[in-house]
């Protein structure tokens, strides 16, 4: 089992910064692949980066590619996300995921650990 708990949402004006943490415990030295995802509500999940086991590969949507950074911290098993220049549509639930591979990484049934999410509200 792996523990995932985020924090660092809040609410902050369009083109402010904010800086998102996800720590795990637990199994930790068995996540593979580290996720962020984002929802709002009546809305599917919707893949916004991705970093491999190493740290040294990310990946990010289309959306947010310039303006977010992923990055990990393997001796503290902690997995972090940048966000810059950030838009009233990032306004969202953004949650971290573990998986082990990453074929399908920007699908959610990939990751076999969530966590709970942290609210980012962007105003106008």
């Known amino acids: 089992q792996v523990q995932l708990v985020e924090s660092g949402g809040g609410l902050v004006q369009a083109g402010g910064s904010l800086r998102l943490s996800c720590a795990a415990s637990?199994?930790?030295?068995?996540?593979?692949?580290m996720a962020w995802f984002r929802q709002t509500p009546g809305k599917e999940r919707e893949f916004v980066a991705a970093?491999?086991?190493?740290?040294?590969?990310?990946y990010y949507a289309d959306s947010v590619s310039g303006r977010f950074t992923i990055s990990r911290d393997n001796a503290r098993n902690t997995v972090n996300l940048q966000m810059n220049s950030l838009k009233p549509e990032d306004t969202a639930v953004y949650s971290c995921?573990?998986?082990?591979?990453?074929?399908?990484?920007?699908?959610?049934?990939?990751?076999?650990?969530w966590g709970q999410g942290t609210q980012v509200t962007v105003s106008s």
């Open positions: 970093i491999s086991r190493s740290g040294l590969t990310p």
């Open positions: 637990g199994r930790a030295s068995s996540s593979g692949v």
């Open positions: 995921a573990a998986g082990r591979t990453l074929i399908r990484l920007r699908v959610p049934a990939t990751y076999d650990y």
